[in-house]
Nanobody
Framework: VQLQASGGGLVQAGGSLRLSCAASGRTFSSYDMGWFRQAPGKEREFVAVIRWGVRRTYYADSVKGRFTISEDNAKNTVYLQMNSLKPEDTAVYYC???????????????????WGQGTQVTVSS
């Protein structure tokens, strides 16, 4: 599995960005595709996840209502639309993939075995 994240940049508080994660290397039916972020000096934290093909989603409380995760099957790409950005959203954002559990969506870093390279998001106040 190869994951390529892109779309990061510098934006003012209140602005929007859309991150993309292009996936390749296998079919992703029933896979969980997640977004995580890591700010300087902090641990990597969960942001959002989507079950490929089923489109079940789950979000961290800190981004619920502001961020939207989605998929485009034709392009094998997962997106993270980020609106109403805050300075505390500043981090390197990573996409990740894993085989989904029958019972629940994956939301821990240890659940995910494949990771993209990360894209920097900086929100200025």
């Amino acid at each position: 599995v190869q994951l390529q994240a892109s779309g990061g940049g510098l934006v003012q508080a209140g602005g929007s960005l859309r991150l993309s994660c292009a996936a390749s290397g296998r079919t992703f039916s029933s896979y969980d595709m997640g977004w995580f972020r890591q700010a300087p000096g902090k641990e990597r934290e969960f942001v959002a996840v989507i079950r490929w093909g089923v489109r079940r989603t789950y979000y961290a409380d800190s981004v619920k209502g502001r961020f939207t995760i989605s998929e485009d099957n034709a392009k094998n790409t997962v997106y993270l639309q980020m609106n109403s950005l805050k300075p505390e959203d500043t981090a390197v954002y990573y996409c990740a993939a894993c085989s989904g559990s029958y019972y629940t969506l994956s939301a821990k870093t240890s659940d995910f075995g494949s990771w993209g390279q990360g894209t920097q998001v900086t929100v200025s106040s």
